[in-house]
């Protein structure tokens, strides 16, 4: 289904009743046609962190919770956000036998719109831990040159050392917009890197140049990982995204070329 015909950027109202047909599911193969011969673009995860959850117990209490959505990066379909919030909405007035039935009926939910196995893990309101980002910043770092949308030509290894890394970089300089509302989405963007050593400063301006890029979160990463694995060359790759919250959701997209390389799910402070 194409994103334009989707609620994203309209005015609605908002469901009191159950309504699991407003998830509005988008393809992925579009946008992945020019990395189709890079396998690792379906490998990985998209967590989603649903911060506006409830619904109503068996005597018809209110529940809450923070959510963790889990979706393969191999699912057909991502799941656009508003209609995402619009069916945890819908269920604020449904009444479930317990915890575990509600999973069940979300799971289900959007499991059928991914067509992919889909999961929920649920967090008392207190319990999601902040966490605080692991490796080499580099927002300090002075780039040669910078440009404001993604210009892969950026990317260059550092010629003083002819040598294997590994490391783990880190930015909180990722800025894209909306490519349907032109609302700017902010993130924390991580790449870990085992190969020839990268020249940092060349990665930094990489990571500003998608200043002004209008792009989905999942389709930002897999343009990220692709550009560093076709212009670099790496041995490895992960590149994880975590994004800011909007609409009570944040979208955290991560892409490997070797599944041992997957994080564990994080919070930042920012979200």
């Not at 196995?117 to 300090?140: Q, R, S």
């Amino acid at each position: 289904m194409s994103v334009e015909h989707s609620l994203l950027g309209k005015d609605t109202n908002y469901p009191t009743e159950y309504q699991p047909e407003i998830l509005y599911p988008i393809s992925r193969a579009p946008a992945r046609e020019k990395y189709a011969h890079i396998e690792a673009i379906q490998q990985g995860t998209d967590w989603w962190h649903i911060f506006e959850i409830s619904w109503l117990n068996a005597a018809g209490v209110p529940q809450v919770a923070i959510g963790r959505m889990t979706l393969p990066a191999s699912s057909p379909n991502l799941i656009e956000s508003k209609s995402l919030k619009l069916y945890f909405n819908s269920l604020n007035f449904a009444k479930f036998e317990s915890k575990a039935a509600f999973i069940a009926t979300v799971e289900q939910d959007l499991s059928k719109a991914a067509e992919a196995d889909v999961k929920l893990d649920l967090f008392h309101i207190d319990e999601l831990d902040i966490a605080k980002p692991e490796g080499i910043c580099l927002d300090e770092l002075i780039p040669e040159r910078l440009e404001n949308h993604p210009d892969a030509t950026l990317l260059a290894l550092d010629n003083k050392i002819d040598e294997n890394v590994e490391v783990q970089l880190y930015s909180h300089l990722l800025r894209s917009n909306c490519p349907v509302t032109g609302q700017p989405d902010w993130g924390t963007v991580f790449i870990r890197y085992q190969g020839k050593k990268p020249c940092y400063k060349s990665i930094l301006a990489y990571i500003i140049s998608y200043r002004q890029h209008n792009g989905f979160h999942e389709q930002c990463v897999e343009q990220i990982f692709a550009d560093i694995w076709q212009n670099l060359k790496p041995e490895k790759l992960m590149v994880y995204a975590t994004y800011t919250r909007r609409g009570g959701l944040d979208i955290n997209p991560c892409r490997v070329s070797d599944f041992t390389w997957m994080p564990r799910p994080i919070r930042l402070a920012r979200q």
